[in-house]
């Protein structure tokens, strides 16, 4: 069964704007991490932003956040005030503190383009 | 240098070859993952190495699969009689115990079997 699930397999956004990339997950283990990655065609895997299970807040880091709706089992990655340097593969990801512990579950991504 | 480190960058071998694949992670890293990517898609976990542990194994393919780390530091996986479907990028990470378990990522050794 699929863990992580990104639906959108191509976005565009205006230079400036906003955007939301779509994640949802699926797991029965009570402790997680969710995490979003950004790969630009260098090939390389970026870090951006962090959430775990029990973090009350919704995760910022600079122009990114993640929206973590804990119910639906979703957690979205914003992108504030879109840059063209913003183009790029964006992979969401999930870590299980109890069951595959050892294990990040990527989902298929989402490329990002970001329009001038 | 300070990041993970992978070796060859790109590889083309024909069918039926032996690849060796090498990863030297960020130094002080106990954890070292490695991932594959096939040409437009997400990334499939092969294996994970922990400290003294044994490795997690749970994600190789084929038995053609396998993968050392000597002295808890380099990594290398090696690929025997290598097929087309094995072509893809092959992605190294390292990450430290008691971090929220972000991983650091090599740039990828990609790999063309002919």
């Known amino acids: 069964a699929q863990k992580i699930t990104q639906t959108q397999p191509g976005m565009f956004v205006q230079e400036k704007e906003a955007v939301t990339l779509d994640c949802t997950y699926d797991t029965s283990d009570p402790s997680y991490g969710l995490f979003w990655y950004k790969q630009p065609s260098s090939g390389e895997m970026i870090f951006l932003i962090y959430q775990g299970s029990y973090d009350q807040q919704n995760a910022t880091e600079g122009r990114y956040s993640l929206n973590f709706q804990k119910a639906r089992k979703s957690a979205n990655l914003v992108i504030s005030a879109s840059q063209l340097g913003d183009s790029a593969m964006y992979f969401c990801a999930m870590r299980q503190d109890q069951t595959g512990a050892n294990n990040l579950f990527f989902g298929t991504g989402t490329r990002l383009t970001v329009i001038p | 240098g300070a990041g993970v480190s992978q070796s060859p960058s790109n590889k083309v071998t024909e069918k039926g070859k032996d690849v060796e694949l090498r990863c030297d992670p960020i130094s002080g890293h106990t954890a070292l993952y490695w991932y594959r990517q096939s040409l437009g898609q997400g990334l499939e976990f092969l294996i994970y190495?922990?400290?003294?542990?044994?490795?997690?194994k749970s994600g190789l393919p084929s038995d053609r699969f396998s993968a050392e780390r000597t002295g808890g530091s380099v990594s290398t996986l090696t690929i025997q009689r290598t097929q087309q479907e094995d072509s893809a990028v092959y992605l190294c990470?390292?990450?430290?115990?008691?971090?929220?378990?972000?991983?650091?990522f090599g740039e990828g050794s990609r790999l063309t079997v002919l």
């Open positions: 190495f922990q400290g003294n542990s044994a490795p997690d």
């Open positions: 990470a390292s990450t430290f115990q008691g971090n929220t378990g972000e991983l650091f």
